[in-house]
């Protein structure tokens, strides 16, 4: 199974500031996800980001407030630009593997204050 | 499109009842459906996978589901519950097809009672 490692596993931001997450894999992969958690809720994908393409954003996000970088097949930030509290959540990155399970990191928890 | 709904977003069980979290999904292609569980601060463990062969899925900790599809359900299940057994529950749809994003439930969460 991917071994993902995320950085920075948390971090206390001031609004206003932006602050980029790393998502590194043991393997290469093809398409790799950006969720996010808030508090006391479920997942939601922000976005798929697939090397060597622009990221593919869902209903609600956007590449202005969430910027991915994708340089190569092990490899993605997500940057979470010009915060305010509302932003405080887990961020996790997945990547899919074998074409039937998905593996995540441990997650950022991003406090805004 | 695919969708997940779990019913229920709060279960109690006392330790050693049975525990029944449901899940229900919608899927325009054979979908791929997961359990997660989620203990406080940490993150997401897989607990089983159906992934199109035996309907009856077994996973870690004691825990199963079977898959039905005239319900399009995938309900969880445990003979006796354990207090570890207390935690964030996520059921989970993706495919194969349009890039295998996993779509998640809004979660259940189990509480044990001694």
């Known amino acids: 199974s991917a071994v993902i490692s995320q950085k920075p596993s948390r971090d206390i931001c001031q609004r206003g500031t932006s602050l980029t997450i790393q998502c590194q894999v043991d393997?290469?992969?093809?398409?790799m996800f950006w969720y996010r958690q808030q508090p006391g809720q479920s997942l939601t994908l922000i976005a798929t980001?697939?090397?060597?393409?622009?990221?593919?954003?869902e209903s609600g996000f956007v590449i202005d407030k969430f910027p991915i970088s994708r340089p190569n097949l092990t490899f993605s930030t997500l940057t979470v630009s010009n915060m305010s509290p509302e932003d405080s959540s887990i961020y996790l990155c997945?990547?899919?593997?074998?074409?039937?399970?998905?593996?995540f990191g441990q997650g950022t928890r991003l406090t805004v204050v | 499109a695919q969708s997940v709904t779990q019913l229920g977003s709060h279960v109690s069980v006392s330790e050693g009842a049975l525990v029944l979290l449901r899940c229900n999904y919608s899927?325009?292609?054979?979908?791929?459906l997961f359990w997660y569980v989620q203990y406080p601060n940490q993150g997401l463990q897989l607990l089983l996978k159906?992934?199109?062969?035996?309907?009856l899925v077994k996973g870690i900790n004691g825990f199963e589901a079977e898959f039905k599809k005239s319900e399009t359900s995938f309900h969880l299940t445990k003979p006796s519950a354990h207090m570890s057994d207390a935690a964030e529950y996520f059921c989970?749809?993706?495919?194969?097809?349009?890039?295998?994003?996993?779509?998640f439930g809004a979660g259940t969460r189990l509480f044990v009672k001694a």
């Open positions: 393997s290469q992969v093809t398409m």
């Open positions: 980001a697939n090397q060597g393409s622009e990221a593919t954003y």
């Open positions: 159906y992934t199109s062969a035996a309907t």
């Open positions: 989970a749809v993706s495919s194969n097809t349009g890039g295998f994003k996993t779509i």
């Open positions: 997945s990547v899919e593997e074998s074409g039937t399970e998905a593996f």
């Open positions: 899927s325009s292609v054979p979908p791929y």
